[in-house]
């Protein structure tokens, strides 16, 4: 059975940092890419960053030089390092594998 559990989220100010986790179990993660997608109030669920499973990644315009995903394959972890945070990245940030999600990790950022 697949699980994806999310943690990390939290209240920062604008201009913080938070770093998200994202801990896989039952699937071969090392071999797998991984994905971090967000939801806004309002908004539809929007895809954040990818890394694949050679570490490979990719990020949305909105994130790009801000955010940096990242993989510990020992740990079957991947994480979401947020940097230069604002309010517009205020969400609810889940991990993704495939057709699987985890619960989600509410970040508030005010200003």
């Known amino acids: 059975q697949v699980q994806l559990v999310e943690s990390g989220g939290g209240l920062v100010q604008a201009g913080g940092s938070l770093r998200l986790s994202c801990a896989a179990s039952?699937?071969?993660?090392?071999?797998?890419?991984m994905n971090w997608y967000r939801q806004a109030p309002g908004k539809s669920r929007e895809l954040v960053a990818v890394i694949t499973s050679l570490g490979h990644t990719n990020y949305a315009d909105s994130v790009k030089g801000r955010f940096t995903i990242s993989r510990d394959n020992a740990k079957n972890t991947v994480y979401l390092q947020m940097n230069s945070l604002r309010p517009d990245d205020t969400a609810v940030y889940y991990c993704?594998?495939?057709?699987?999600w985890g619960k989600g990790t509410l970040v508030t950022v005010s200003s």
């Open positions: 039952g699937i071969i993660f090392s071999l797998n890419g």
């Open positions: 993704n594998f495939m057709k699987y």
